[in-house]
């Protein structure tokens, strides 16, 4: 491969924004299977507190989640495209009185307004079941079976934050109102009735996708990119989507098909140790960068993530994104901008040089920078992995770097990231390149721990 150079929003407060996303949320309902149609409505007045239940949002379609199947008190609770997963199973627990403990079936813990707070806004989160009030909550009817969630300490609602149709959006309390986003349907669980595919919306479909290069309208233009559909692809098996960035003057054809380090470096190796377990994208930037103006790379991903998922079957917890030089700069401006919908991002000597729109949310990430690159200099690959230092909650260290001239690598850990957002750097005796040169492999002299190590960062997350 050559080496070219290179908060959370707030709730709304009326219903102002009802007629501004109803078109939105529309779409998105209707381009979902995963919405919970034809399930049995269940009142306040009949739960069951023997059965585990999907609690599916009326306005998104999208089931109450364990984000990323935590188990530690204060884990985020979110939405997700509804999977049956036991992070999205929930069991009523009577605390008398007409209040009730909502139980997850993964951690054992219960939902939780964080700090007993009585503010619109509050986290929702999980934790230890102590019985307080600020772990009750009644259920109030609304029409069509749906019911909200009052929580007995602040007499206020369960809601998506902001009506978010958006996979990972912020689950709060918010002041009862009645809003679709405060509306949920509880559908039994128990015994796989009403299961859903256990993927996105092309799980179950005749793929209307194939191998090859392919083009989109994105945000008025023409894109294009290259998708690799693993062989004897099964509609029913959700896979990995890894999405691939090309460099400053790199093609996706490059990036395809590994460039002048051949075929053991299509998609950054990622093809190789993916063995048939990941649909690859290798998409194609203005100018062969990723100059990323008013935000349109992000568009153009937001894109081809809708059209590839329509008709392939994918796993929407498992979205991954990599790339190297201005590619690993549009690996970052993803973590900081789609931290909610992509599981972890890998930047090999990248910068801010595609913007950084949010950046204050948590993502997995792996960061890989040479010692000696006089392009991208290694002390903004250092500050980029900062960023997710701190919004990982890790413990802020100084990493040791390998020796120059030693043609080595060291890999760091960090140590007390939230569970299911590690971070990890690499640093290595080389220039603006991909890895360290030890002249002992075939493949350019670029030695293999690269995509062997991208890999098992991707693939520790289910």
Sequence with gaps: MKALDEARP??????????GLAAAAAAVMAASTLVAVNATPVAAATVDTN???????????????????????????????????????????????GFYRIKSRHSGKVLDVSGFSTADGGAIVQWADLNGTNQQFRLADSDGGYVRLINRNSNKAVEVQGASTADGGNVVQYADWGGTN?????VPV????????????????APTLASGTHTIQSNGK???FILRVPANYNNSNPYRLIFAFHWRGGTMQEISSGGTSGTPWSYYGQQEQSNNSA????????????????????????DMIRRIESSLCVNPRQRFALGFSWG??????????????????????????????????PIAYFGLHGISDNVLNISGG?????????????????????AGGSRTHITTAYSGCRAGYPVQWAAYDNGHMPGPVDGTYAESGITTWTKGEIWRFFAQFS
């Design 10 to 19: 707030a709730s709304p407060r009326r219903r102002r924004w009802r007629s």
């Design 51 to 97: 059965a585990w239940y999907a609690l599916v949002n009326r306005n998104s379609g999208k089931a109450l989640d364990l984000y990323a199947s935590a188990t530690n008190d204060g884990a985020r609770i979110s939405q997700w495209t509804r999977n049956n997963g036991t992070n999205q199973q929930w069991q009523f627990v009577d605390s008398g009185g």
């Design 182 to 186: 405060q509306q949920w349907q509880l």
């Design 190 to 205: 128990d015994g796989g009735s009403n299961p859903p595919p256990s993927g996105g919306s092309g799980c179950g479909k």
């Design 222 to 224: 023409s894109r294009t």
């Design 279 to 302: 649909i690859l994208v290798a998409p194609q930037g203005f100018g062969n960068g990723w100059g990323n103006s008013g935000g349109e790379d992000i568009t153009f991903v937001d």
């Design 328 to 361: 690993g700069g549009m690996s970052y401006a993803i973590a900081c901008a789609r931290a909610t919908v992509f599981r972890a991002v890998a930047v090999i000597s990248g910068g801010q040089i595609s913007g950084c729109s949010g950046g204050t949310q």
């Design 382 to 402: 250092r500050a980029l992995r900062d960023t997710f230092v701190r919004n990982n909650g890790c413990a802020a260290q100084n990493p040791p770097e390998p």
